[in-house]
């Protein structure tokens, strides 16, 4: 690992002021950077660790949970204001192991870069890593890889659970940069790949998050989130799904649907969920759901069986709701 300097910030102020310099960055629990930095795959002049911001809160107020960003996942999934939110805590506790949970933050979770590992993967080409030399995922093994939102540049999947589900709850990320507070919806937050994979997020350099506000989902309404993987455990989601679905009298009022393991970043199925909303839960909507979830998905020599399972797995989240 190469040589760097640590500064530890009082304040988010203070955090934005020292993370200035190009190639400083934020370290919260460090599970994912300092395995970055060890691998060679990130070389960073200076770290900014967060740990003594008071950015650790989980507050509930107002019909929404606000959780800060260094809030750790155990803390936050045994908290009882999110306990309101049940795909919150399921897909919190189905990431990573109990030990990295106790360390992982809720900002850094966010943030952790892909598992593609061309990309973690030094001596490897890879365009988001070294952007132009190329993306050998394309006709290389591609198992883990994106079925929807790729580009000829990249098919890297956004490998956050916790993104999924904040994504199927419509929550905001806030943040602080030296030009002041922002709001950013999660829908916004993550980004295509496009002609610029090294690009992933709304966020500018040296910009922190300070917290994630998550709207608490109204009465009768159901939530869930199921992850599929290669072992039970401590694994990475090959396909994961999560609902949040209101009925009336058996009709689907509102369905917000997202996905993890199929997309370049947390996706959001806007035609899935027009194929639920006014109809019966029945097995039939579920199979148009899903084929319209998968319209343009573009599968690949690996991972085309994930078109059949992703469908697979709305059908049973959501007939697990009827
Ligand atoms: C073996 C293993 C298995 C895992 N399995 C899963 C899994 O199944 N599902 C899953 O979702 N995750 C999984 N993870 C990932 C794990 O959840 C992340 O490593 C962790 O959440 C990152 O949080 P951290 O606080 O350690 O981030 P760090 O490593 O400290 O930081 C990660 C990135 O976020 C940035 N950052 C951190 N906080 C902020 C902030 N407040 N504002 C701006 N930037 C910030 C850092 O600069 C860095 O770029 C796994 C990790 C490991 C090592
Ligand atoms: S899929 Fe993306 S992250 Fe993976 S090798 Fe290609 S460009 Fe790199």
């Keep these: 690992m190469r040589d760097f300097a640590y500064a530890r910030a009082a304040g988010p102020e203070e955090a934005v002021r020292l993370a200035g310099p190009p190639h400083a960055r934020f370290v919260a629990g460090g599970t994912d950077l300092l395995n970055l930095m060890k691998d060679g795959v990130q070389e960073h002049d200076l770290l900014v660790d967060l740990n003594a ?6 507050d509930a107020s107002q019909g929404r949970v606000r959780i800060g960003a260094t809030a750790r996942m155990s803390d936050v999934a045994a908290d009882p204001a999110v306990t309101a939110v049940p795909v919150l805590v399921e897909a919190l506790l189905a990431g990573a192991s109990p030990q990295i949970r106790n360390m992982a933050s809720i900002g850094g979770n966010l943030l952790q870069r892909t598992r593609c ?13 070294v952007p132009g030399s190329g993306c050998p995922a394309l006709d290389g093994v591609n198992r883990w890889h994106a079925v929807l939102g790729g580009s000829e540049h990249c098919i890297a999947v956004h490998p956050s659970d916790l993104a999924v589900a904040l994504t199927a709850l419509g929550a905001t990320v806030n943040t602080l940069h030296g030009d002041g507070e922002r709001r950013i919806p999660v829908a916004e937050f993550y980004l295509q790949p ?5 690009r992933e997020t709304a966020l500018r350099p ?30 990475f989601a ?14 689907v009022q509102e ?6 393991g199929i ?14 909303v006014g109809r019966p839960l029945t097995a039939a909507t579920t199979q ?6 998968v319209r343009d998905a573009v599968p690949r020599r690996h991972n085309a069986f994930k078109v059949d399972l992703v469908q697979r797995a709305l059908a049973d989240v959501l007939g697990g709701m009827r």
């Design 53 to 58: 911001l008071d950015l650790a809160e989980v």
């Design 117 to 129: 590992w061309y990309f973690r993967d030094a001596t490897m080409p890879c365009n988001k890593r």
């Design 194 to 198: 496009g002609s610029t994979p090294d």
């Design 206 to 235: 040296g910009e922190l998050i300070t917290s994630v506000d998550v709207p608490v989902p109204g009465p009768g309404t159901r939530s869930r989130y199921l992850k599929l993987r290669d072992r039970a455990t401590f694994e």
């Design 238 to 251: 090959v396909v994961s799904v999560a609902a949040v679905v209101r009925l009336a009298g058996g009709v």
């Design 255 to 260: 369905a917000r649907l997202a996905f993890g």
């Design 263 to 276: 997309g370049t970043r947390p996706w959001r199925s806007p035609e899935a969920e027009q194929a639920l």
């Design 288 to 293: 148009a759901a899903g084929r319209a979830l």
